[in-house]
């Protein structure tokens, strides 16, 4: 009997001494062994890598190519609420029992021959590309999980390379060079294959990677692009493999980047696919990715955790209605620049709510707090984690006040159940710090 997944994904973590430890060398062993690698695992692959971006890119092509009528596999990291939402079929969450068939067999084949010890990352990539292997869909979208070049994805010879932003994040593994983690991101590019770059500007790395391996590059700003029209819709310029010119007029606004949804056309485009109008701009009313600027009544989910990401999110809340108050509901990993975090998101917040999150990264409340009030930031309380927070915040909270919770991942995925289990209620909040100031 199959053990369940949460007792893999609990063994997966326990596995192997480094939780990051990059490298392909091990995950390339597996993969032979797996067969991933002496044919392709879908019919065109398409590796999306950068900072900033790479989910919103995701997900408007993933809905972009199944409104176009094609079969889809989607591989992110990290999830949300359920390790499921990491691998997708056709749009929906794979079941309990894809991924502990995929988990099985990446451990028998790590042990046929000399064992081959992987993190609780390689291991589900590995997982993941079996299963996507196993269906073959039209069009399988994988996301690099940290820099490119080392990233356990990178096993898959993709057929377009994308790379949407370039910026600071993960110093202790790729530095503060942009020269350096744009070459580590430039390292899923192919020979001869073509690369969509969703920036205006790139480290010139990465013009050298491309002009090395004889890639064939479309930027934005020269090859394709966007342009915003009258009553808040858009318009697309792309063109083909060939060089072919084509335009699309009224897209919605999908509520993600512009120049990531302008990526995701791009990509459809030299994946053979005309983009018709009414398909795309269905696509583009119905995409959605949770924690990217997720309204629940009045409350704002976003993963933003660096300056880049944070300037974005920033610029979007500007454009609406201010409202009588907006609280930063923030907590941010000790490994991440919260003050830059703050910084940037000072001019759309009114007043702070630091939070404290647990684990060998993690950074407590009471530490974020000095940090705002170097910043120059009012603090209503400080609490020791998402979910205090939620129950501290909202029996407190307006109707005309506004709550932006950010910073991470984990912060966003914590007080996000809280608040879609009733968080606030008597009860949950009492066993929970919260120190109001």
């Known amino acids: 009997m199959s053990a ?25 062993i597996v993969a032979e062994r797996l ?5 392709p ?42 390790y499921n939402e990491r691998l997708c079929f056709d749009g929906v969450a794979a079941d309990d029992a894809t991924l502990v068939n995929g988990f099985e067999r990446v451990d028998a084949a790590r042990l046929a021959g000399d064992p081959v010890s992987l993190t609780y990352f390689e291991a589900g990539t590995l997982a993941a590309l079996v299963a996507i292997a196993d ?29 949407t932003t370039i910026a600071h994040d993960h110093a202790d593994f790729l530095g503060t060079d942009l020269e350096i ?22 480290p010139a790395s990465v013009s050298q990677r491309i002009e090395t391996l004889g890639a064939v590059a479309h930027w ?35 509520g993600l980047p512009l ?34 600027l ?23 809340l500007a454009q609406r209605s201010a409202p009588r108050r907006r609280i930063g509901l923030l907590g941010v990993l000790k490994d991440k620049d919260a003050e830059a975090l703050i910084e940037a998101l000072a001019p759309v917040v009114d007043a702070w709510l630091p939070v404290g999150l647990e684990g060998p990264r993690g950074r407590s409340g009471e530490e974020l707090a000095e940090s705002i009030a170097r910043r120059g930031g009012e603090t209503l309380s400080v609490a020791s984690s998402p979910a205090a927070a939620v129950d501290w915040l909202a029996p407190r909270l307006a109707p005309d006040e506004e709550v932006l919770v950010c910073g991470s991942f984990l912060t966003v995925a914590g007080a996000l159940e809280a608040l879609k289990a009733g968080a606030g209620d008597e009860g949950p909040g009492a066993t929970k710090e919260v120190k109001v100031l």
């Open 41 to 82: 695992i879908a019919k065109q692959v398409v590796t999306v890598a950068g900072t900033n971006g790479k989910g919103s890119t995701v997900a408007m092509l993933e809905r972009l190519a199944r409104a176009h009528g094609s079969t889809t596999a989607s591989y992110t990291s990290p999830h949300l609420l359920r």
């Open 181 to 202: 983690i744009g070459s580590e991101k430039a390292g899923i590019l192919r020979q001869g294959r073509p690369v969509v770059l969703g920036s205006r500007q790139l």
């Open 294 to 316: 997720q309204w629940v009544g009045n409350w704002c989910f976003d993963v933003a955790h660096n300056p880049h990401a944070a300037h974005y999110v920033a610029a979007r």
């Open 135 to 163: 269906v073959r869909p039209q069009l399988a979208i994988l996301e690099v999980g940290l820099g490119g070049r080392l990233d356990a994805v990178n096993v898959i010879d993709s057929d377009i390379a994308v790379i």
């Open 259 to 292: 120049d990531n949804a302008a990526v995701a056309l791009q990509v459809l485009r030299l994946c053979g696919v005309m983009p018709q109008p009414a398909e795309s701009r269905q696509a583009m009313a119905t995409v959605g990715l949770a924690g990217r």
């Open 220 to 254: 934005l700003g020269r090859d394709f692009d966007h342009a915003i029209g009258e009553g808040g819709d858009w318009r697309w310029q792309g063109q083909s493999a060939e060089g072919a010119r084509y335009h699309l007029d009224s897209l919605p606004d999908p």
């Open 4 to 28: 369940p997944l949460n007792d893999w994904l609990a063994r997966l973590e326990r596995q192997h001494p480094i939780a990051i430890d990059m490298g392909l060398e091990r995950v390339a």
């Open 35 to 39: 067969g991933l690698t002496q044919g």
